[in-house]
């Protein structure tokens, strides 16, 4: 199985600040690689797809990077509707393994 | 625009089986995409679990592959999931959802729903 390992598992920020979130492989998934934010009781959202690309209806203050064995998200301008926890997940192959979370407080 | 919506036991015994089933609207359950299952215990992060398509084809995670079935209902428009011999490390979020295009990204997600082994 290819593991997915995020860091930090949680960091602190205030509105406006720009947060970076890494994730690493365990091997070379190419860009097969997409991210999800997830709110509070609900249900995760597709924010990334293909290691760079913005889902549609995404905001513009999301973007990402990478190829291979590392990514990065990266939130400018972060909102009120951003304190959330993210996740990374492969998509090279099966199981589909997801990163084990990040959560973004208000400081 | 497709809707997934879980349903099944909120809470089930230990040893038994857990099934939910996923009801999906907007869209047909028989088109390219992998329908899949994903949980999430009580304070944890998501784990996948397995995917089905529309002709029974699976892949599950090799943890619980001798207890995971993932199935799909096309007359009904809804896939299933079954899970036996549960225990307590089973209680979960358990959520259903799409998944589309050569990217494979989980692009609509039903709301979730709470089991409990007890």
């Known amino acids: 199985d290819i593991q997915m390992t995020q860091s930090p598992s949680s960091l602190s920020a205030s509105i406006g600040d720009r947060v970076t979130i890494t994730c690493r492989a365990s091997q070379n998934i190419a860009n097969s690689l997409n991210w999800y934010r997830q709110k509070p009781g609900k249900a995760p959202n597709l924010l990334i797809y293909a290691a760079s690309s913005l889902q549609s209806g995404v905001p513009s203050r999301f973007s990402a990077s990478g190829s291979g064995t590392d990514f990065t998200l990266t939130i400018s301008n972060l909102q009120a509707e951003d304190f959330a926890t993210y996740y990374c997940q492969q998509a090279y192959n099966t199981p589909r393994t997801f990163g084990q979370g990040t959560k973004v407080e208000i400081k | 625009q497709v809707q997934l919506q879980e349903s099944g036991p909120a809470l089930v015994k230990p040893s038994g089986t857990l099934s939910l089933t996923c009801a999906v609207s907007?869209?047909?359950?028989?088109?390219?995409?992998?329908w899949t299952w994903v949980r999430q215990p009580p304070g944890k992060g998501l784990e996948w679990l397995g995917e089905?398509?529309?002709?029974?084809?699976?892949n599950y995670i090799p943890s619980l592959k001798s207890r995971l079935a993932i199935s799909v209902d096309k007359s009904k428009n809804q896939f299933s999931l079954n899970l036996r011999s549960v225990t307590a490390a089973d209680t979960a979020v358990y959520f259903c959802a799409r998944v589309t295009g050569d990217r494979l990204v989980f692009d609509s997600w039903g709301q979730g729903t709470l089991v409990t082994v007890s």
């Open positions: 907007g869209g047909s359950i028989s088109s390219s995409n992998w």
């Open positions: 089905v398509l529309h002709s029974g084809t699976t």
